[in-house]
């Protein structure tokens, strides 16, 4: 039989080995930041309380030269660095001692009475306060010895060719990216694979360490038991192709958020050079626009002479159609001047629907005319009270939505304007009955510059952004909007404000 005291060691080393587990665990999750990944492995694989080496290096995979280069090392060179090292750890982990030990402390204790209770070391308070007590030294103290340490200094200065899929040039590098696990070496047995600088740090006997990611080799990670009691053995591996496995998947979230991070950042960039090219093509093109139109009216009026019925129609298709397209770089214009937060100070007060339905009309007129589009105002409760919002702001929803019922209606088909109040506020729906939005389409169609037709051939004019307009208003204002579509049956969109209670309009 098992003698019980060797079963009872036995058993004290796999809960110790648990808790080292748990304690890098936590760690390595303490940043996405590659460097601090860098950091936190090499504390975890230097530090007492995790896996007890003696120094530890890191080479990270440079994309660019193809080489594996020095970027962090922990450890001591001498035997006498080693002393001091240790006792700054030891002193940072004293200074600790006291939140553990007044934490343990049970209440009554500072009155003098005596209370028993069960030691906090072996309660899981305990594990995590020694996991805490653990991650501050190594950030703490290993961050300041790592980042400008002798070890660290040589170790920048070493670069370590890798060709990728080739045994005869990659050596132990091949090795590591093709077996994906630990590898124990030492220097007879691993003469000539490594850099020469390599081979005057480590000792005789050390481990090396892969860290794969999607990406394949991200980084090796070198250790040795140089100042240590212990020596490094075969028994180290089974830990360390655990802590290979941890910190590949931290290095490989830190990866991913970076990548999330430049996409991010990308994209607001493309945001902010896209706005800026519309403000400045805008500008650009409004100036001589409003001039031509301004010649073509003049033309047509008669300043430059008599002009024939035929070349009067021609003019007066000149200026509906420079009117499309000032209209269409006023919508522009428009979207700049809210993303840039210029109405964001629009005045809530008592508005008229009704008034500003007219003036929506009234700047629709020659466009509804031209399809011969019948708009039917619906009031079934009789005409709408006041509702709070901005004049302009309700004046230009109501138009937007009329332009696109009127752009998508058949010719000679009709728009409906209903009015009703549900729950202190104010519907406004704008139905039509032209070619409706497939379902796929619905969840995009306040996007800017999206256009249910996107063929260069579409027979519906516009940019697609007079729906992002109106939803950019109607949030400055508290509106909301919302779509109900069928293909090839119509669209309504409804818009909502809430009722004024105020005094009555004059």
């Known amino acids: 039989m098992e003698d019980h005291g060797a079963s009872s060691d036995r058993s004290a080393r796999l809960l110790e080995q648990m808790r080292v587990i748990n304690r890098v665990s936590s760690a390595l999750n303490l940043s996405l930041a590659r460097e601090d990944i860098h950091l936190l492995m090499l504390s975890a694989l230097v530090s ?213 991070t430049d996409a991010l950042n990308g994209l607001q960039e493309l945001e902010q050079l896209k706005s800026s090219f519309l403000s400045v093509i805008s500008h650009e093109l409004r100036t001589p626009l409003t001039a031509m139109l301004g010649f073509c009216e003049l033309t047509l009026n008669g300043a430059a002479g008599p002009v024939s019925p035929r070349q009067g129609e021609l003019l007066r298709r000149a200026i509906n159609r420079g009117g499309l397209l000032n209209d269409m770089i006023n919508d522009l214009l428009e979207v700049e001047e809210i993303e840039a937060g210029g109405l964001m100070d629009l005045e809530i007060e008592a508005v008229d629907p009704l008034a500003a339905l007219m003036r929506a009309l009234d700047k629709l007129e020659a466009r509804r005319a031209e399809k011969n589009i019948t708009i039917k105002p619906d009031m079934p409760e009789g005409p709408p009270g006041a509702v709070r919002s901005n004049p302009r702001a309700l004046e230009r929803v109501l138009y937007h939505l009329l332009d696109n019922a009127v752009k998508f209606s058949f010719l000679s088909g009709q728009v409906d304007v209903g009015f009703r109040c549900e729950k202190e506020r104010l519907a406004i729906a704008v139905t039509d009955r032209g070619i409706g939005i497939a379902p796929e389409d619905m969840r995009r169609v306040f996007d800017p510059f999206y256009q249910v037709d996107q063929r260069l051939t579409r027979r519906h004019q516009g940019i697609g952004i007079g729906l992002t307009i109106s939803r950019k208003l109607l949030e400055v204002v508290g509106g909301r909007i919302g779509v109900e579509s069928e293909p090839g049956r119509g669209a309504t969109f409804t818009v909502s404000f809430p009722l004024y209670h105020g005094a009555p309009m004059g």
């Open 48 to 260: 007492r309380q995790g896996l007890g080496y003696s120094r530890a290096i890191v080479l990270a995979f440079n994309e660019t030269t193809a080489c594996f280069e020095g970027r962090l090392a922990l450890g001591p060179m001498t035997r006498e660095e080693s002393d001091a090292f240790d006792r700054e750890v030891r002193a940072e982990e004293e200074a600790l001692e006291g939140m553990t030990r007044r934490l343990e402390a049970q209440p009554g204790e500072e009155e003098g009475l005596s209370i028993e209770a069960a030691p906090l070391d072996d309660s899981p308070m305990g594990d995590a306060l020694s996991d805490l007590k653990a991650a501050t030294v190594w950030v703490s103290t290993f961050q300041s010895s790592a980042a400008d340490s002798p070890l660290t200094n040589r170790a920048r200065a070493i670069s370590w060719p890798y060709v990728e899929g080739d045994p005869a040039r990659g050596g132990l590098l091949f090795s590591l990216a093709e077996g994906r696990q630990a590898i124990l070496r030492d220097k007879v047995q691993g003469a000539g694979e490594l850099p020469e600088a390599l081979y005057e740090i480590l000792d005789d006997v050390f481990v090396a360490v892969p860290i794969i990611t999607r990406k394949g080799l991200r980084a090796v990670v070198l250790a040795d038991r140089k100042f240590a009691a212990k020596p490094v053995d075969k028994g180290d591996m089974r830990l360390l192709e655990w802590f290979r496995n941890q910190s590949s998947l931290a290095l490989e979230n830190a990866e991913l958020f970076s990548s999330l």
